[in-house]
């Protein structure tokens, strides 16, 4: 009997790393849309690449990282199923409404809206799925949940992609009351509203005991959580840890933003089709992804079996090390089809990266501040994937004067970005590896996983 329990108890667990898995490829789906749409919504709104850059950007990044750190101060106090249900809503609810703006102003307040959203999946569903399984037991379903980012933008891009390049084809849509919706608006409207369904599911999720509590060191307030303050004494006191961490994973979401120029990128160079480059982005997600979890998982088990404390941030730094020739060289390919086999290449090493990073941080961030430490490293990564990501590429493309010379400005910034984190990430193994020795005597003997 205890043992169906037991089985039960694990089905249900799964499930729930399932439905926040589902819940980030819609997300990331409503992120990578714009991408898709870049060249009509430049064309009918008249913007400069700089422009486009602040919507893919800046746009959505401003409350997505900013929004973070009070919604993981919630999300170590409050239920975090509802968090996660009015994000979802909200988000959704903001793709539709892009598709009824007709500037550049409300666009950019709508992306804003959209990353007030998403600025609760990172936080409450690491916490959760990291509170429903022990600490040797995470990597796998963490680094599902994380895939939900490449399967989400493989889903933009696969079939979003030919549905872009259907739609395109269709004259403007007269909607009651909403009057004329050219086809990138119509776009938005349709991938927008389905999502709301997502939303109400998040009330099938059970809120488990929280885990990994500090002993001693992090001062709790009457609610008996940690507050911000005292997460921020905690991880400046590790600073070396954390920031080797943090550092190495915004690398991978800078590099990983240049994805939002393929179309542009192409189109420009290779005359590609947004049908085409949707399709083939979308199959590198859906290979490329997959494949790098997967590598990352064994890299971490071998690690962890061998004793490695850091097995998490080594797996981060190969995919790193993997992820940086493949995204500074891709732009540059002579061809179209050896773009795309280069693409591959980064897209793999990306994921093994991506994966590692929320699995680390819930090594060296006791359960009071979980959701709070974990929302602080997506601000830290968030602020230079998405504000610093590509921005930048259309800056520079701006400054030569020459549309077609994309392709070196995403070279530069992915050669600059990855260099740099390779070096620092190594300098901060060993810190890490002490950080996560210190945690484990910090921790108190755990408590069942689910009341």
Aim: aromatic share 10%; net charge positive; glycine share 10%.
């Amino acid at each position: 009997m205890a043992s169906g329990a037991s089985a039960a108890v694990e089905r249900y667990a799964w499930y729930v790393v399932l439905l926040l898995t589902a819940t980030q490829v819609v997300s990331y789906v409503d992120r990578f849309l714009p991408s898709l749409l870049l060249e009509a919504i430049k064309r009918d709104l008249a913007l400069s690449d700089l422009q486009v850059g602040l919507l893919m950007g800046p746009a959505f990044g401003l409350f997505y990282v900013f929004v973070g750190v009070p919604i993981g101060w919630l999300a170590d106090r409050c239920s975090r199923r509802a968090i996660l249900a009015t994000g979802v809503a909200l988000w959704c609810a903001m793709t539709a409404t892009a598709g009824l703006t007709r500037s550049f102003v409300p666009l950019f307040l709508t992306r804003m809206g959209v990353g007030l959203g998403e600025a609760t999946v990172a936080p409450c569903s690491v916490s959760l799925i990291s509170d429903y399984f022990p600490r040797e037991r995470r990597t796998p379903p963490l680094s599902l949940f994380m895939a939900g980012t490449f399967l989400g933008a493989g889903t933009a891009f696969l079939f979003g992609g030919p549905l872009v390049h259907y739609i395109t084809e269709l004259p403007s849509v007269q909607v009651p009351v909403l009057g004329d919706l050219r086809s990138w608006q119509l776009a938005f409207v349709i991938v927008g509203l389905p999502g709301l369904v997502l939303a109400a599911l998040m009330f099938t999720i059970r809120e488990p005991d929280r885990q990994d509590l500090a002993r001693r060191e992090l001062d709790a307030d009457a609610t008996g959580r940690a507050s911000l303050g005292a997460a921020l004494r905690f991880m400046r006191k590790r600073w070396q840890a954390f920031g080797a961490l943090f550092v190495g994973s915004a690398a991978v979401v800078t590099m990983g933003s240049l994805s939002f120029w393929n179309v542009a990128l192409f189109g420009r160079t290779w005359g590609w089709s947004v049908r085409d480059v949707g399709i083939a982005t979308g199959l590198l997600f859906f290979v490329g992804g997959p494949i790098g979890t997967l590598l990352g998982i064994r890299l971490t088990r071998r690690g962890i079996a061998a004793g490695r404390k850091d097995a998490t941030l080594r797996a981060l730094w190969t995919g790193l090390a993997i992820a940086v020739p493949g995204f500074a060289l891709y732009p540059l390919m002579p061809s179209a089809e050896l773009a795309v086999g280069m693409q591959l290449f980064a897209f793999t090493g990306q994921a093994m990266a991506a994966a590692a990073g929320p699995a680390s941080i819930t090594l060296i961030a006791p359960g009071q501040i979980k959701s709070q430490a974990t929302a602080l490293y997506y601000l830290c990564i968030g602020v230079f994937g998405q504000l610093l990501g590509p921005p930048p590429v259309g800056w520079m493309t701006d400054l030569f004067g020459d549309p077609a010379r994309l392709r070196y400005a995403m070279a530069i910034e992915a050669t600059v970005i990855g260099c740099v984190a390779l070096a620092l990430v190594a300098l901060g193994l060993a810190r890490f590896r002490r950080c996560v020795v210190e945690v484990d005597g910090l921790i108190a003997p755990g408590r069942p996983a689910h009341a």
